[in-house]
């Protein structure tokens, strides 16, 4: 079973939709969560970031992480077709000064025009 | 602000030819450094990562290695490419957990 379980997708939705994404895991150490997002043929950019459990907003953006159910979620208003990517959760334990960060394997997004 | 760069951004090699890959990080001291590569249609494959000038610790077992020369400065070689280290390489770097990373080198080894 891998540490972090993410849906590959692909994810097809008209543009305006709300567009929902998860990530399972298993490790209960981790407390930091993060989303990026990564275009074609580019490096994986920083979204959201969250410590620990709890909602967080910026602007068309909310990112939800459920501890207690070792769950998290991103959710994109209003989509626009520059959306489209893949995404990536990634999460991380503390106590430790490597900063390894545990992957999901990607979910790739089409916003259709 | 920081910035980090990759070169080059694509590289296309014959099998058993040597390989070198280079990061660097402007705009912050003593970072993390990782070496990520992501295969066609899948997530990402840590490497390396280096805490330190000089610390260097593999991930996987593989013909490839790292190094770190200078603080901001990270190294991914090879002395023979093989097929299988086709990929989408990716340097990134961390002062806490959250990591930033680099535009990426395509590599093809044929």
């Known amino acids: 079973q891998k540490e972090v379980e993410q849906d590959p997708g692909p994810l097809s939705v008209p543009e305006g939709a709300i567009v929902s994404l998860n990530c399972t895991y298993s490790?209960?150490?981790?407390?930091?969560f993060m989303w990026y997002r990564q275009y074609s043929r580019k490096g994986p950019e920083l979204l959201m970031y969250t410590y620990s459990s709890g909602n967080k907003e910026d602007g068309r953006f909310t990112a939800q992480v459920d501890k207690s159910s070792k769950y998290i979620s991103l959710f994109i208003r209003d989509s626009q077709p520059s959306d489209s990517a893949t995404y990536l959760c990634a999460m991380s334990a503390t106590g430790s000064n490597d900063y390894k960060l545990s992957f999901g394997a990607g979910t790739t997004v089409t916003v259709r025009a | 602000s920081q910035t980090i760069h990759q070169w080059p951004a694509t590289l296309v090699q014959p099998v058993g030819s040597p390989l070198s890959l280079e990061c660097t990080v402007e705009g912050t001291s003593n970072p993390n450094l990782y070496w990520y590569r992501q295969a066609a249609g899948r997530g990402l494959q840590l490497l390396f990562y280096?805490?330190?000038?000089?610390?260097i610790s593999s991930e996987v077992p593989q013909n490839l290695s790292a190094s770190r020369p200078q603080d901001r400065q990270f190294i991914l070689s090879s002395k023979k490419l093989l097929l299988s280290d086709s990929g989408f390489y990716l340097c990134a770097w961390s002062e806490t957990s959250k990591q930033f990373f680099g535009p990426g080198t395509r590599l093809t080894v044929l």
């Open positions: 490790n209960s150490a981790f407390q930091y």
């Open positions: 280096s805490v330190g000038i000089g610390q």
